[in-house]
């Protein structure tokens, strides 16, 4: 039996809705899935509503942190309470801060002359949790890029002419507001940090799991963050991180899953932190 503890729907920046995730999963022989949206809680509800009784849904969500050196580092919850009050307070905050970026993100593309309304972003958004993922798809439409892998590496990655940074979260604030909404929080792929620094303050503030299998992890990579999760005392965690058909990717799900012994050890761990 295996579980894919890292997923995203329409809810966030996926392209499936929480019915079709689950009905995609029970096909690909999973036995639990973890929905871990990026700053949402909104899909859970349907996915459990919609899930066969052999296939069990975790509550989860994939909270965006920054680094003191300003890299992004994602923070997965499962097992989180969506109704804890705390984090949809903080949900709330930065739902209102990811708008006023992508904003500017559309003023500096306009700067660099490639014009695109809030419309033509929304579009591919059918709520209103707007992301870079949504600009890229309206980039890809206008004829502006090829891919939206473009987008990003020309325009609005990490260090492109038209990204943004926005505020967020310490990865250790990350880590409380999950372990406070009685979660398990895990840092996700690793293997796309610039350097692991941030890893003792975390394991500090109560980080419980590494995601060692992950899409964009090579199996010497895999390898490699097994070993260190031990060292640390990290359970290892992991999945796909699938977008679904039509995203930035290609679609992992079935391809990327962790065996249920890990499954079973992180909500031990959960229990016995409760
Ligand atoms: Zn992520
Ligand atoms: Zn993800």
């Given at each position: 039996?295996?579980?894919?503890?890292h997923?995203?729907t329409?809810e966030?920046?996926?392209?499936?809705?929480?019915?079709?995730?689950?009905?995609?999963?029970?096909?690909?022989?999973?036995?639990?899935?973890?929905v871990?949206?990026?700053?949402?809680?909104?899909?859970?509800?349907?996915?459990?509503?919609?899930?066969?009784?052999?296939?069990?849904v975790?509550p989860?969500?994939?909270?965006?942190?920054?680094?003191p050196?300003?890299?992004?580092v994602?923070?997965?919850?499962?097992?989180?309470?969506?109704?804890?009050?705390?984090?949809?307070?903080?949900?709330?905050?930065?739902r209102q801060?990811?708008?006023?970026r992508?904003?500017?993100?559309?003023?500096?593309l306009?700067?660099?002359?490639?014009?695109l309304?809030?419309?033509?972003?929304?579009e591919?958004?059918?709520?209103?949790?707007l992301?870079?993922?949504?600009?890229?798809?309206?980039?890809?439409?206008?004829?502006?890029?090829?891919?939206?892998?473009?987008?990003?590496d020309?325009y609005i990655?990490?260090g492109a002419p038209?990204?943004v940074?926005?505020p967020?979260?310490?990865?250790?604030?990350a880590?409380?507001?999950?372990?406070?909404?009685?979660?398990?929080?895990?840092?996700?792929?690793?293997?796309?940090l610039?350097?692991?620094?941030?890893?003792?303050?975390?394991?500090?503030?109560?980080?419980?799991?590494l995601?060692?299998?992950?899409?964009?992890?090579?199996?010497?990579q895999?390898?490699?963050?097994?070993?260190?999760?031990?060292e640390?005392?990290?359970?290892?965690?992991?999945?796909?991180?699938?977008?679904g058909?039509?995203g930035?990717d290609e679609?992992?799900?079935?391809k990327?899953?962790?065996?249920?012994?890990?499954l079973?050890d992180?909500?031990?761990?959960?229990?016995?932190?409760?």
């Amino acid at each position: 039996m295996f579980a894919d503890l890292h997923l995203h729907t329409t809810e966030s920046d996926g392209t499936w809705t929480p019915a079709e995730l689950v009905r995609e999963a029970r096909k690909a022989g999973l036995a639990a899935v973890a929905v871990t949206d990026h700053d949402t809680t909104e899909g859970i509800e349907a996915a459990q509503k919609a899930a066969p009784e052999d296939l069990q849904v975790i509550p989860g969500i994939e909270l965006g942190a920054s680094s003191p050196r300003g890299d992004e580092v994602h923070v997965v919850g499962l097992w989180i309470d969506p109704g804890y009050g705390p984090l949809q307070e903080r949900l709330a905050v930065l739902r209102q801060e990811r708008i006023a970026r992508i904003v500017r993100i559309l003023d500096r593309l306009a700067d660099l002359g490639i014009f695109l309304s809030e419309a033509d972003v929304q579009e591919f958004s059918h709520r209103d949790v707007l992301s870079r993922s949504h600009i890229a798809s309206a980039m890809v439409k206008k004829g502006i890029v090829q891919t939206k892998k473009e987008a990003f590496d020309a325009y609005i990655g990490q260090g492109a002419p038209a990204y943004v940074k926005r505020p967020k979260l310490t990865p250790e604030q990350a880590v409380e507001l999950i372990l406070g909404a009685g979660g398990v929080p895990v840092l996700a792929h690793p293997g796309l940090l610039k350097d692991l620094s941030i890893l003792p303050s975390m394991v500090q503030a109560g980080l419980i799991g590494l995601e060692t299998v992950h899409h964009s992890h090579s199996p010497e990579q895999e390898e490699y963050f097994l070993g260190l999760a031990a060292e640390l005392g990290l359970l290892p965690s992991g999945g796909s991180d699938c977008h679904g058909p039509g995203g930035k990717d290609e679609i992992y799900l079935g391809k990327y899953k962790v065996p249920w012994k890990w499954l079973a050890d992180l909500a031990k761990k959960r229990e016995g932190s409760q």
